[in-house]
């Protein structure tokens, strides 16, 4: 049986790396590890942590095909984010003009999450635990 000791990173492709950059950072909060430019590629690689730990690569590419998003489309489905308190998640994210859907209750667990949309229309989970 395969060995596999835990998911290392989730890797996504921006359209707009500034826009991204400062959602990532400034309203979700993540941190910087570290800010690569390739220029062969002109390609941004930002590397980002959450509570110290490695989680995300961020991407830039000179126009990346459009992709469907939705949470039922196929492929990744979203990226979700555990957090303490759903309601004060979505007060926060409200205060900074982000919409987020209506709450949800998991049907197996009984807990409540909701969605947003990061810059280019990714969906983000907020599970509350």
């Known amino acids: 049986m395969l060995s596999i000791n835990k998911v290392h990173h989730v890797a996504i492709i921006c359209s ?6 400062s959602f990532y ?4 909060g993540l ?3 570290r800010e690569i430019y390739r220029e062969e590629r002109e390609s941004y690689k930002l590397d980002l942590a959450l509570n110290g730990i490695f989680a995300i690569e961020l991407f830039s590419f ?3 095909p459009q992709r469907t998003s939705n949470p039922e489309a196929a492929g990744l489905r979203h990226l979700a984010f555990e957090v303490n308190d759903l309601d004060q ?11 987020s859907e209506a ?11 909701t969605f947003i949309a990061d810059p280019d229309g990714l969906p983000i989970e907020f599970y509350e635990v």
Request: proline share 5%; hydrophobic share 30%; net charge positive.
């Open 103 to 113: 709450i949800r209750i998991d049907h197996t667990t009984g807990k409540r999450f």
């Open 89 to 99: 998640t979505i007060s926060f994210l409200d205060s900074k003009n982000i919409a």
């Open 16 to 21: 707009d790396y500034s826009k991204s950059k």
């Open 62 to 64: 000179p126009n990346p």
């Open 25 to 28: 950072t400034q309203i979700l």
């Open 31 to 33: 941190s910087i590890i």
